[in-house]
């Protein structure tokens, strides 16, 4: 995807908050190249390797079916840098924010 640059939706991000159904899962804390094999074969319903037990970084959530992940949320926003002048922030916060949904969508609180 590229940004369009100078159109109304420049310097405005998305992001997906999904939900995700783990089923039973298969726990690991090292490295598995076969956890997929694990779940295909019918025994496990997801993986979940947490590196932050084993490394310290993070928990690693996988799923196999694209039937287990629904999104839930769209969180739209824009940046805010400790660099960008406060007067500037202070009036970007007074604009109203328009958004263009497709007809189909519903349940969007804006």
């Known amino acids: 995807a590229k940004d369009e640059r100078g159109g109304y939706y420049e310097d405005v991000y998305a992001m997906l908050l999904c939900r995700a159904t ?3 899962y298969y726990y690991t804390e090292q490295r598995d190249t076969d956890a997929g094999a694990k779940v295909l074969s ?3 319903d997801s993986t ?8 310290g970084t993070f928990r690693e959530l996988v799923i196999y ?3 287990q992940l629904y ?3 769209m969180i739209v926003y824009t940046r805010t840098y400790e660099r960008d002048d ?8 007074d604009v109203d924010f328009h ?8 349940n969007c609180h804006l």
């Open 22 to 24: 783990m089923g039973k």
């Open 42 to 44: 019918g025994e496990y």
């Open 48 to 55: 979940l390797g947490d590196r932050l037990k084993a490394v």
């Open 65 to 67: 079916d694209n039937d």
């Open 71 to 73: 999104p839930e949320y």
């Open 86 to 93: 406060i007067q500037t922030v202070a009036r970007s916060l």
């Open 99 to 106: 958004m263009q949904l497709p007809v189909y969508w519903r």
